[in-house]
């Protein structure tokens, strides 16, 4: 079993990146997905979930209007949209799959596998 996430980068304020999490070894579309992040010096903070077939979403208000999680369940793989970037965005971002399917919540607890991280960092 593995997620691999890539597409992280350094960008400038206020441009986007579409991150991408690649799951193997198990049926993506029984479980919910989530995106965290972390930054240097603080806790692992969860940005956005999706459930397993795509139908509700769960964000952060630091990223509202901002990020946007999609999820193509035939190719295996989960996104993460993210625009307007700000300096504080800036971390090591993680997907992480849900011990649940029709609901997802941003608290770690409720995840048992997760990815290596993709770093993002904002600055100009």
């Known amino acids: 079993l593995q997620l691999v996430e890539s597409g992280g980068g350094l960008v400038q304020p206020g441009g986007s990146l579409r991150l991408s999490c690649a799951a193997s070894g198990f049926a993506l579309d029984y479980y919910a997905i989530g995106w965290f992040r972390q930054a240097p010096g603080k806790e692992r903070e969860g940005v956005l979930c999706i459930t397993s077939r795509g139908a509700r979403t769960n964000y952060a208000a630091s990223v509202k209007g901002r990020f946007t999680i999609s999820r193509d369940n035939a190719k295996n793989t989960v996104y993460l949209q993210m625009n307007s970037l700000k300096p504080e965005d800036t971390g090591v971002y993680y997907c992480?799959?849900?011990?649940?399917?029709?609901?997802?919540?941003?608290?770690?607890?409720?995840?048992?596998?997760w990815g290596q991280g993709t770093q993002v960092t904002v600055s100009s």
């Open positions: 992480a799959r849900s011990v649940h399917g029709s609901s997802c919540n941003l608290s770690p607890r409720e995840y048992d596998y």
